[in-house]
């Protein structure tokens, strides 16, 4: 459950868009690390009382260590200007029955200027759409698209199996100017375009905004309890399950590593075993990179042995992804692990980006 803490701003560390780090001093004098999205609380600033949301801090879960500004309660921010009895600003409600449930204009809705759009379209024209298990690999997806393909118009798809505010993923923000949009879908809010589901999502990407190519994946911070089917991954298998049934072209990026400790991650790790294996029910075409270390490739190949009944194993070649990989705006980092730390793990993913690259033709 919740575990309450009020405290007053005594720095603003960084901005980012749609976030503000704060440090918090409590009554007790102990200083917490905050983060407040000012869409939703305000902007505080110091000197403002806080109410926080301590508890992932203090359990050391999530992947930022921040408290969560709840409220700035001496100082609430003004209401938004459009009338809050009609839909005309939109009536899509993401986050809901929480306490902060943000009220937002859905692309598919009535009231949207793509409304008329969405309502008639039904089919992704083959778009090529990657899918990966976790936020830390859309950078080195991005990477292999645009080593291969600089001009190519790339969407992101935010699904809410992680963090739900887009505007906490300072990697977005880092590559915002690399991607044509992205689009929050589910209960996820904060991207340029808000979706009801994955499927208008995936629509609005190819539609409205014209993507060549799209990557699916959910936002920081996976949730994993060590089960076969326990973790928030396993949506990348209804993730090819949502492209194929659209007309797109799923392109499965794999979760491959020979730097995790825990052996259920070595190789191919059960999250993409399970939801490419169990989960998807259509084809994808499944990437797995050239140049991986002869023990791992060996590990990886025989891991994939029962997938390719069902999927294409597609082998990319990866010279030059290195480089592209290190000419990134934004820091990788995975499970704490940086590039040269898990290098296996981003080759795959930029290897899933060039692949996709490779079918624009």
Request: glycine share 12%; hydrophobic share 50%; net charge negative.
């Amino acid at each position: 459950m919740v575990r309450w803490r009020s405290g007053t701003v005594t720095a603003v560390r960084r901005r980012w868009a749609g976030a503000v780090e704060l440090d918090v001093a409590l009554p007790d004098g102990a200083t917490m690390r905050a983060l407040a999205y000012p869409e939703l609380v305000g902007d505080p600033v110091p000197g403002d009382r806080v109410l926080l949301n301590a508890g992932a801090l203090l359990m050391g879960l999530g992947t930022g260590g921040y408290a969560l500004v709840v409220a700035l309660p001496d100082r609430l921010p003004a209401d938004p200007p459009q009338a809050g009895d009609t839909r005309d600003a939109g009536h899509l409600v993401k986050a809901r029955y929480t306490p902060l449930q943000p009220i937002m204009l859905g692309v598919d809705e009535e009231a949207s200027p793509h409304h008329a759009l969405l309502a008639a379209v039904d089919d992704l024209d083959g778009l090529p759409v990657v899918t990966a298990d976790l936020h830390s690999a859309l950078p080195a997806i991005l990477a292999g698209i645009h080593a291969d393909s600089p001009g190519a118009r790339v969407a992101y798809l935010l699904t809410d199996g992680g963090a739900l505010p887009a505007w906490f993923s300072r990697t977005l923000d880092g590559l915002r100017d690399a991607l044509v949009g992205t689009v929050s879908v589910g209960q996820a809010f904060g991207g340029d375009l808000e979706a009801a589901t994955l499927h208008t999502g995936l629509l609005a990407a190819r539609h409205v905004l014209r993507a060549d190519v799209a990557i699916v994946a959910q936002g920081p911070g996976n949730l994993g309890t060590g089960t076969r089917w326990g973790f928030s991954g396993v949506a990348v298998g209804e993730a090819v399950n949502a492209v194929a049934v659209l007309g797109g072209r799923p392109v499965g990026s794999l979760r491959i590593s020979d730097a995790d400790a825990r052996p259920r991650h070595q190789g191919v790790s059960h999250h993409s075993l399970t939801a490419y294996g169990r989960v998807a029910l259509a084809p994808a075409e499944l990437v797995v990179p050239a140049g991986l270390p002869p023990e791992l490739a060996a590990r990886v190949d025989a891991a994939l042995v029962p997938l390719a009944g069902r999927h294409t194993l597609v082998r990319v070649d990866t010279d030059g992804l290195d480089a592209a990989l290190r000419a990134l705006p934004v820091r990788l980092s995975t499970m704490g692990r940086g590039l040269d730390a898990d290098h296996a793990y981003f080759l795959a993913a930029a290897a899933a980006g060039r692949h996709a690259a490779a079918l624009l033709g």
